[in-house]
Antibody
Framework: EVQLVESGGGLVQPGRSLRLSCAASGFTFDDYAMHWVRQAPGKGLEWVSGISWNSGSIGYADSVKGRFTISRDNAKNSLYLQMNSLRAEDTALYYC????????????WGQGTLVTVSS | SYELTQPPSVSVSPGQTARITCSGDALPKKYAYWYQQKSGQAPVLVIYEDSKRPSGIPERFSGSSSGTMATLTISGAQVEDEADYYCYSTDSSGNHIPWVFGGGTKLTVL
């Protein structure tokens, strides 16, 4: 069974940093691209960043480019999101998501970790 | 930046057909994906590559795409289908491509 468990969220002041982690199990981690998607309270979904299986291809939403860095450690079956220069508008539930085997993008999702940026 | 446009809300009675649209300039060249999100839950993929249904998704869910519009159709909508629905796509190719979600459509079945 595919499991994605996010951690690292919390309350942080504007301008500070936070690192999110996603622990993956139940599948061959280094076979799949991985993504971060966020959802601000009461708002819609926003794709944040994605990374290919070997980290050779990485993309970011314009809203986080230059501030957030996605990475993965295939030996540890883990995905990360380093978030710097945080802003109030980064407050959201951050989901880790995995593509499927047959072109099913964002087929599996974790339950999310909440990031609150506030002074 | 690229945008996908969805109607904010759609309302149908149980048993009726619900259609949710998603408009984007690149949809003639790029696939659309659809996600269902019930209150307090993580999203669920219901349609991928315009019209394919993942395993475990009921047959009443179908998708199509024509020109700059993709459509999610729920034939014989059930009360349990009440949720927010999001389309997802991109306008880019190659490495480092950004993806976008539509703004979401709240489906009411009542």
């Amino acid at each position: 069974e595919v499991q994605l468990v996010e951690s690292g969220g919390g309350l942080v002041q504007p301008g500070r940093s936070l690192r999110l982690s996603c622990a993956a199990s139940g599948f061959t981690f280094d076979d799949y691209a991985m993504h971060w998607v966020r959802q601000a309270p009461g708002k819609g979904l926003e794709w944040v960043s994605g990374i290919s299986w070997n980290s050779g291809s990485i993309g970011y939403a314009d809203s986080v480019k230059g501030r957030f860095t996605i990475s993965r450690d295939n030996a540890k079956n883990s995905l990360y999101l380093q978030m710097n220069s945080l802003r109030a508008e980064d407050t959201a539930l951050y989901y880790c998501a995995k593509d499927g085997r047959f072109g099913e993008l964002l087929r599996y999702w974790g339950q999310g970790t909440l990031v609150t940026v506030s002074s | 930046s690229y945008e996908l446009t969805q109607p904010p809300s759609v309302s149908v009675s149980p048993g009726q057909t619900a259609r949710i649209t998603c408009s984007g300039d690149a949809l003639p060249k790029k696939y659309a994906y659809w996600y269902q999100q019930k209150s307090g839950q993580a999203p669920v993929l219901v349609i991928y590559e315009d019209s394919k249904r993942p395993s475990g998704i009921p047959e009443r869910f179908s998708g199509s795409s024509s020109g700059t519009m993709a459509t999610l159709t729920i034939s014989g909508a059930q009360v349990e289908d009440e949720a927010d629905y999001y389309c997802y796509s991109t306008d880019s190719s190659g490495n480092h491509i950004p993806w976008v979600f539509g703004g979401g459509t709240k489906l009411t079945v009542l």
